[in-house]
């Protein structure tokens, strides 16, 4: 290697290049995401310590009373390690990876996308972003069209919380706000849930009832009482092999339980 050519590498310019092609950009969570990650070599030999996969996405965090836009890492994937780039050769990197089954479906404004990263010292800006659909778990998917075209919900809010270092889930987590149409809209102004789907045992559904304001009659200066619950309903895997009759009826008996 010429004095020239070590300048330039040690520089970051003429440095490999990475692209990564995905067989579907719609992936549903806790479906296998496919594709290969394409590799140029630069007009050096260099050296990658390793290969990753990033699962990224935009969150609204609130400090010192101000919303600040920032960049999330949802998970991380290395896909290989220590590998050799040839100067103008090409290496395709086959891969497969479960989306998470907390993973934030793609929704309105939630942008979600897949970051590769290539480790190479002092390289500028290696990397490559491709943006994705993630769609609901089958059993999240069956539930919500449910509640919207069997129980007559609907669905007037989503958003997400940003939970780092929970040590259990993902750092964020979906929360979906859905009105009353019919038999719950005289107790019920609307119900929070957040599901958490797991392929081999079922889905947990996690909701909150903050019931309508009691006592229409009282003093305008009183404060209005408000009584928030949570529950949780895990709906066995089993389930989902009934129809949506059947599950329907299922989530109806559980939501009144819960209501009283």
Known sequence: MSIFHK???SAGFGSAKVETHLDTQKICKGQQATGFISILGGKTK?????????????????EDNYENRKT?????????QNIQIKPNDTLEIPFSFVLPNDTPISLRDNTIWIETSLDIKMAIDPSNKNYVQVLPHPFMQRILDILQKNLKF?????GNIYVP???VH?????????????QFIENLDEVKMIFFPDDLRGLEIVMQFPQKTLGSQQHIHKASFIND???????PKKEFEKDNSSLADLLLHSIRSQLG
Do not use: C, W
């Open 229 to 235: 619950s949570n529950a949780r309903i895990f709906i």
């Open 165 to 167: 270092n929970n040590g």
């Open 154 to 158: 609907v669905l007037t809010k989503h």
């Open 170 to 182: 993902l750092p964020i987590v979906q929360i979906f706000e859905f009105n009353p149409t019919s």
């Open 72 to 80: 999330i890492e949802l998970s991380k994937l290395d896909i290989v």
């Open 46 to 62: 260099q050296k990658a310590s390793k290969v990753s996969l990033i699962l990224m996405t935009y969150m609204d965090i609130e």
């Open 7 to 9: 300048a330039i590498a």
